[in-house]
């Protein structure tokens, strides 16, 4: 953090586990109200978690339990991002041991973002609704120069899920492996896709592998937040679950499984709720407090 900025208290909580050790990280700060944004980013730096959320108080006329709805911000180490999935669960779960489980309103940058936490058994639970969700499609180029910057040839692409880019709150190019093993073997070119992701706006890179008819194991380089890979993304599996949906891969009504940060040592896993008639996509797991 920069010298003369204003301190506040910074609290780390896991999200998408239950245990501390797995999951994905976040810093959350619940009274922002002293911070700028230079600040925020400042603090995201100085943890180097992913991303870290700051709360102040909400936007004039937001309707909410009273006391239990706020703005919400979201740093990575180098940049804001509009929305980001992990960071919701954590300060949510985070807000919970301090006010109780319950409804809970976020004001994001992409939108009004609902949360309910529940606690059953001693693990606290967060599930969030996304803003509404869009499907677009990508040229032939961008996924060529993607599939360059991950060194995957594109023999190694599953057909029956066809490159598009995904937005539930932030813009992710899904893509997916045929085998486990291609999932597995993450080595790629930061540099050359930091640059494409920035062209193309996209906050990660959702790679999926289909274990089963609703189990999915995935991963997001994430090189645009300064951050090789993203052990645990909501935002990503709200896109991924309107992906899956629009292109017709699972039913209007469905239950997903998302497996994420195996590969790295912080196993966690996110639930998608799909509903029909309801374009906004349910991403929800548990979290804990670090330390």
């Known amino acids: 953090m920069t010298?003369?900025?204003p301190?506040?208290?910074?609290?780390r909580y896991t999200a998408f586990s239950s245990d501390p050790e797995g999951g994905n990280p976040a810093g959350v700060v619940l009274?922002?109200?002293?911070?700028?944004?230079?600040?925020?980013?400042?603090?995201?730096?100085?943890l180097g978690y992913s991303e870290s959320a700051f709360l102040t108080a909400?936007?004039?006329?937001?309707?909410?339990p009273e006391g239990r709805v706020f703005t919400i911000r979201y740093f990575s180490p180098k940049a804001e991002v509009p929305f980001c999935g992990h960071a919701t669960v954590a300060a949510a779960i985070a807000l919970a041991e301090r006010i109780g489980?319950?409804?809970?309103?976020?004001?994001?940058?992409?939108?009004?973002v609902p949360v309910a936490v529940t606690e059953e058994g001693g693990t606290v639970r967060a599930t969030l609704t996304s803003?509404?969700?869009?499907?677009?499609?990508?040229?032939?180029?961008?996924?060529a120069e993607a599939l360059a910057a991950l060194d995957w040839p594109a023999d190694?692409?599953?057909?029956?899920?066809?490159?598009?880019?995904?937005?539930?709150?932030?813009?992710?190019?899904v893509l997916a492996a045929a085998t486990r093993a291609r999932l597995a073997e993450l080595s790629y070119d930061f540099a050359r896709l930091e640059a494409l992701m920035h062209r193309l706006d996209l906050t990660t890179v959702q790679l999926v592998w289909r274990e089963s008819a609703g189990v999915f194991h995935v991963r997001d380089p994430f090189p645009v937040g300064g951050v090789v890979e993203d052990p645990a993304t909501g935002a990503a599996a709200a896109a991924f679950g309107a992906y899956a949906r629009e292109l017709g891969l699972v039913a209007e009504d469905a239950v997903l499984t998302l497996r994420q940060g195996e590969d790295l040592g912080r196993p966690g896993e996110l639930t998608v709720t799909l509903r029909a008639g309801d374009p906004r996509i349910r991403v929800s797991g548990a979290g804990a407090r670090i330390g």
């Open 131 to 143: 803003v509404e969700p869009h499907i677009e499609e990508i040229g032939d180029a961008d996924v």
């Open 31 to 46: 009274d922002a109200s002293a911070l700028d944004g230079g600040d925020m980013l400042a603090v995201a730096a100085e």
């Open 3 to 5: 010298t003369n900025a």
């Open 101 to 112: 489980p319950g409804e809970l309103v976020f004001s994001t940058p992409a939108g009004t």
């Open 156 to 173: 190694d692409l599953d057909p029956a899920f066809p490159p598009r880019i995904a937005f539930a709150g932030a813009r992710h190019l």
């Open 58 to 64: 909400p936007p004039a006329g937001l309707d909410g």
């Open 7 to 11: 301190r506040s208290e910074v609290l």
